[in-house]
């Protein structure tokens, strides 16, 4: 009776490691396929927040960084500019931000956090050309000696003031979009999260 129990409990044994090596073998099998289904590292990266330094970033001046495959604009705007924006408010069509392309923070007469600094995504509302920066006032814009500054779509016509609201009758439909941001300090932007914004 010894050596029976003695092959039965060989037997168990046997059948234990081999449902142990059969489970072992078949999560090596099926991992290949949940790890395939986790996002690669380039869509994270796609999506993921942006941080921009903007202390070389002068008053006057505008620069340019992707964010989800789109241009982001930073423009610092000066206080000249900023009181252009006034001049402008009877010309746009939604001159107070109604429309929702902007978080709730930028439904103001700048559309920013902080006024010296606008943040759009540079895509026009309209069928998705990139408008160019008209920054300058007047003449030297080429858009006549009553532009006030801003942007313009080439492609179709449409005009933005320095805030990215639309002017009235053009073929654009809405303001251009303000991403969701925040300002990490004084000098230091991150586009693409405004969860911590204070």
Not at 64 to 80: M, N, Q, S
Not at 121 to 136: A, D, F, N, W, Y
Not at 142 to 153: E, H, N, P, R
């Amino acid at each position: 009776m010894s050596s029976e129990n003695s092959v039965n409990k060989e037997r168990r044994m046997l059948v234990v490691a081999t449902g142990a090596v059969g489970a072992v073998g078949a999560l090596a099998a099926i991992s290949p396929l949940f790890v395939s289904m986790a996002p690669s590292e380039r869509a994270k990266a796609a999506g993921a927040p942006v941080e921009v330094d903007l202390a070389k970033l002068e008053p006057g001046m505008l620069i340019t960084e992707a964010w989800r495959g789109k241009p982001v604009w930073i423009l610092h705007r000066t206080d000249e500019m900023l009181s252009r924006l006034g001049e402008t408010a009877e010309l746009v069509s939604d001159p107070d931000s109604k429309l929702p392309m902007q978080p709730d923070y930028a439904k103001n007469v700048e559309r920013s956090i902080k006024p010296q600094y606008l943040v759009l995504v540079g895509i026009c509302t309209h069928l998705g050309c990139s408008p160019t920066q008209k920054l300058e006032a007047g003449e030297a814009s080429g858009l006549g000696a009553d532009w006030s500054g801003g942007f313009f779509c080439p492609c179709h016509g449409s005009k933005f003031d320095l805030a990215g609201r639309v002017y009235k009758g053009v073929p654009a439909p809405a303001n251009l979009e303000v991403p969701p941001h925040q300002f990490l300090s004084d000098s230091r932007l991150l586009i693409g999260d405004d969860a911590a914004r204070s």
